[in-house]
């Protein structure tokens, strides 16, 4: 007996219509028409002006805070599960609120698990995130989860640069596993930082474990948020005889004085995604799309067709 496999629909959340159109016309497709209304005292409601009824939904819209980015995502995925959608996927390029994955001290949330919960009560049947802050929170989840990762985008930039004398370097020892991966990748040295905080956002001191005398050094991590410990890192390397120093970060959360942290560090580039929309425009802040990886996983989650290729690290 055939499968009848229909088109799927795809609608975007206010803060990612750019990533959206860019997802859609890599697709083959356009984005579908939803109308968000506000009231005046800033509540606001989603409404899908088209039938969605038996269809494949993907919903795409990182949830970086505040909390009306989040919010709007609930409430489109109840929309779509209301009008009968058969498949409701959350495209969510940005899982916010992913660094609460843990009680790291007494009487705090688990937010990541929390906000788990709640996309599946709300409606998604599936979620497809890119670069987790923690790889666990998959396991927050009761609905499948296609965890991707920016390094499809970002090695063959790397590659492209043709930098001799390379090496990989992790900003902290949580991320260490993900710069050995690059290293890997590129057949390169390692490094790491080893970072100590006096509060959040605030790093009190740092040490580097590992040489990078002569060389061309990539910070790896999965955020950019005040660049704090980026930039610091970066003028630690440089004041220790590297050539020159590049961040990828899949996700410019960029809050607070970033922008003019890494303008005056002594970062030669910063290589982000599209995850997250930028506030402004910076020289050195260089922005790789993910939009043909999340169509590409899309088309193949829609025509039950494996991913397995996509998970290259």
């Known amino acids: 007996m055939s499968t009848v496999v229909t088109d799927a629909k795809f609608f975007n959340c206010t803060q990612s219509r750019e990533l959206a159109e860019k997802i859609a016309a890599a697709y ?8 968000t ?11 899908f002006e088209e039938s969605v009824r038996g269809a494949r939904v993907f919903i795409i819209g990182s949830t970086h805070p505040g ?37 790291d001290k007494p009487r705090v949330p688990i937010a990541a698990k929390m906000i788990a919960s709640i ?55 949580g991320g260490s596993k993900r710069a050995y991966a690059y290293s890997k990748a590129l057949e390169s040295d390692v490094v790491i ?8 956002n605030v790093v009190s001191h ?34 220790r005889g590297a050539i020159s120093v590049r961040a990828i970060c899949t996700h410019p959360v960029l809050s607070g004085e970033a922008y003019e942290r890494v303008e005056n ?23 790789v799309s993910c939009a043909d990886l999340f169509a590409d996983v899309m088309n193949r989650v829609h025509n039950n067709r494996s991913i397995s290729s996509k998970f290259i690290m």
């Open 265 to 287: 560090s002594k970062l030669q580039e910063l290589i982000v995604t599209d995850s997250i929309p930028l506030k402004k425009e910076s020289r050195k802040i260089k922005v």
């Open 67 to 103: 909390a009306d980015h989040l919010m709007e995502m609930l409430l489109m995925l109840d929309a779509a599960k209301r009008a009968s959608a058969r498949h409701i996927t959350a495209v969510m390029p940005y899982f916010g609120w992913a660094r609460q994955d843990r009680k």
């Open 28 to 35: 083959g497709s356009k984005l579908g028409n939803v109308i």
């Open 119 to 173: 996309l599946e009560t709300a409606g998604a049947t599936r979620i497809i995130t890119m670069d987790l802050h923690a790889d666990q929170i998959q396991g927050f989840f009761e609905k499948p989860v296609d965890h991707l990762f920016a390094s499809t985008v970002f090695l063959p930039y790397l590659r492209n640069l043709n930098l001799s004398n390379l090496t990989i370097a992790s900003p902290d020892m």
């Open 193 to 200: 930082c080893y970072k100590q905080r006096g509060k959040a």
């Open 206 to 239: 740092m040490e580097l474990i590992g040489n990078v005398e002569g060389r061309n050094v990539v910070l790896v991590d999965d955020m950019v948020d005040t660049a704090g410990t980026l930039t610091k890192a970066a003028d630690l390397m440089m004041e």
């Open 37 to 47: 209304s506000t009231y005046s005292d800033g509540e606001f409601q989603p409404s």
